[in-house]
C-alpha cells in the first residue's frame, strides 16, 4: 500500500500563492503517477495536475496551466503543487493521489487540505 498525506492548506488573497505538499510513504516503488485533484463545496472533484513518479512527466488542467507547478523530490518521497496568481475559484479541498498501473483511476488517496482564496 502507499500511504499520502498533505500539508500546506490555509487561507491567501487572491493574487497570493500557497505550496502544498504530499508525503509519499509505504510501497513507494510501485507508484507510476502522483496527481492533484480539487473537490470545491457543491462540485464534483476534478483533476489538477499529474507527474510521473520515474520521469518528468506532467499534465494539467486547463484551469491551472501557467498557475501552477506541480514537482515532486523522490530522495525524500515528497510531491509539491505550487500554485501561484490564486483566484477564488481555486477555493477547494485539495488531494494527493498516487496510480499504480499505468492507466485507470487512482489508487490511493490523501485525507485533502483545505485551500481558501478570499477576493
Known amino acids: 500500500q502507499v500511504q499520502l498525506v498533505e500539508s500546506g492548506g490555509g487561507l491567501v488573497q487572491a493574487g497570493g500563492s500557497l505550496r502544498l505538499s504530499c508525503a509519499v510513504s509505504g510501497r513507494t516503488f510501485t507508484a507510476y503517477r502522483l496527481g492533484w485533484f480539487r473537490q470545491a463545496p457543491g462540485k464534483e472533484r476534478e483533476f489538477v495536475a499529474s507527474i510521473t513518479w520515474s520521469v518528468d512527466y506532467t499534465n494539467y488542467a486547463d484551469s491551472v496551466k501557467g498557475r501552477f507547478t506541480i514537482s515532486r523530490d523522490n530522495a525524500k518521497n515528497m510531491m509539491y503543487l505550487h500554485m501561484n496568481t490564486l483566484k477564488p475559484e481555486d477555493t477547494a479541498v485539495y488531494y494527493c493521489?498516487?496510480?499504480?498501473?499505468?492507466?485507470?483511476?487512482?489508487?490511493?488517496w490523501g485525507q485533502g487540505t483545505q485551500v481558501t482564496v478570499s477576493s
Open positions: 493521489a498516487c496510480q499504480i498501473g499505468g492507466s485507470g483511476g487512482y489508487d490511493y
